[in-house]
């Protein structure tokens, strides 16, 4: 079957700096994203990687390694309107999008 | 960068009244484009795969006759839910693939559907 794991909630300081993981098993791959989402929002693109390395996107970077099967997003410089499920989702070999659970993220003073 | 309107944001309605939610792709030609309905606390759940002129492709457990979609045009999707009950009530978002991008899903902002 296909699977995204990633964990439900983190907790972190202003500030600071937090890496959110992403694995995944899917029936081929066409890409990974990662999505912001504030409660009673949709979800706001943050990145997208299709090939292998680190994408830098201002505070926000996101790594893909396909032959694990893993994704992180890096948020840095936190700020308390980070606070917010991180989702991480993968378009299969149908260009169906794969979601995972979220992770909600708390950022704390 | 390529946009996707989703009207209305917000709509309450009572019930067994039926709601039309559009999904209009601004500057780019979205052959397919896909509806999701998001539970609480659960992730985004593909309901329907909406095709261009043709009819669309749902998934296992998702009533045709209930969640009508009609994909009249290349920027145009609409999602209408039938006979709504408050068991309908949900987030719904739409996505349309731009072709000619690196990144082909755009989401539509979502509409908060409230039956009463």
């Known amino acids: 079957g296909q699977n995204i794991d990633q964990p439900t909630e983190m907790t972190a300081t202003e500030g600071a700096i937090v890496q959110i993981n992403c694995t995944y098993q899917?029936?081929?791959?066409?890409?990974l994203f990662w999505y912001q989402q504030h409660a009673g929002e949709a979800p706001t693109f943050l990145s997208y990687?299709?090939l292998d390395g680190l994408e830098e996107k201002g505070r926000f970077s996101s790594f893909l390694s396909r032959s694990k099967g893993y994704s992180y997003l890096l948020l840095k410089e936190l700020q308390m309107k980070d606070s917010a499920s991180y989702l991480c989702?993968?378009?299969?070999?149908?260009?169906?999008?794969?979601w995972g659970a979220g992770t909600k993220l708390i950022i704390k003073p | 960068g390529a946009v996707v309107s989703q009207h209305p944001s917000r709509v309450i309605c009572k019930s067994g009244t039926s709601v039309k939610i559009e999904c209009r792709s601004l500057?780019?030609?979205?052959?397919?484009m896909f509806w999701y309905r998001q539970f609480p606390k659960k992730s985004l759940m593909l309901m329907a795969t909406s095709n261009e002129g043709s009819k669309a492709t749902y998934e296992q457990g998702v009533e045709k006759d209930k969640f009508l979609i009609n994909h009249a045009s290349l920027t145009l999707s609409t999602l209408t839910v039938t006979s709504a009950h408050p068991e309908d009530s949900s987030f719904y978002i739409c996505?349309?693939?731009?072709?000619?991008?690196?990144?082909?899903?755009?989401f539509g902002n979502g509409t908060r559907l409230t039956v009463t």
């Open positions: 500057d780019f030609q979205a052959t397919t």
């Open positions: 989702a993968v378009l299969d070999s149908n260009y169906q999008l794969i």
């Open positions: 899917t029936s081929g791959f066409n890409g």
């Open positions: 996505s349309a693939r731009d072709p000619t991008e690196n990144s082909p899903l755009h």
């Open positions: 990687n299709v």
